[in-house]
């Protein structure tokens, strides 16, 4: 059986993003994501995109509003910045089960290009060790 899985923050441009691919990736014989955001950036960030290749999974995933998911229905809604939690306290389709972990937006790091790819290969590293407790909890 199938589970279903929704990460939803406030852009949509790199978590709710990073979480999408990797489950939809790595944990696909019981899960299927989704992902979108309370106010969507419109596009996912190119260095989002850039450390999923580096560790082998192609995305073509695209920023969307919550009104464009294809179903409401989830076994599991986890917001994962303190925006999206707070907007959406209550979701307003069927959730079995909402949990709350946030994660520092990459999307807003500051720097060279080294040190901004350096901070969203932290945040996917978190993801990926993450994601597995989130699910099965």
Do not use: Y
Not at 4 to 31: M, P
Not at 93 to 120: C, M, N
């Amino acid at each position: 059986m199938t589970h279903s899985v929704l990460f939803l923050c406030t852009g949509n441009s790199a978590r709710s993003q990073l979480a999408e691919a990797i489950v939809n990736t790595r944990h696909a014989e019981s899960w299927r994501a989704f992902s979108a955001g309370t106010k969507p950036a419109g596009s996912v960030h190119p260095l989002a995109i850039q450390v999923l290749k580096e560790i082998g999974i192609t995305h073509k995933g695209t920023s969307k509003n919550i009104d464009e998911l294809p179903t409401r229905d989830f076994d599991l809604v986890i917001t994962v910045c303190d925006s999206a939690a707070e907007e959406c306290p209550v979701w307003p389709g069927r959730a079995g089960r909402r949990v709350h972990h946030s994660f520092v937006d990459p999307a807003k790091a500051q720097g060279t290009d080294a040190e901004r790819l350096a901070v969203f290969r932290q945040v996917r590293d978190e993801i990926l060790e993450q994601i597995p407790n989130l699910l099965s909890n």
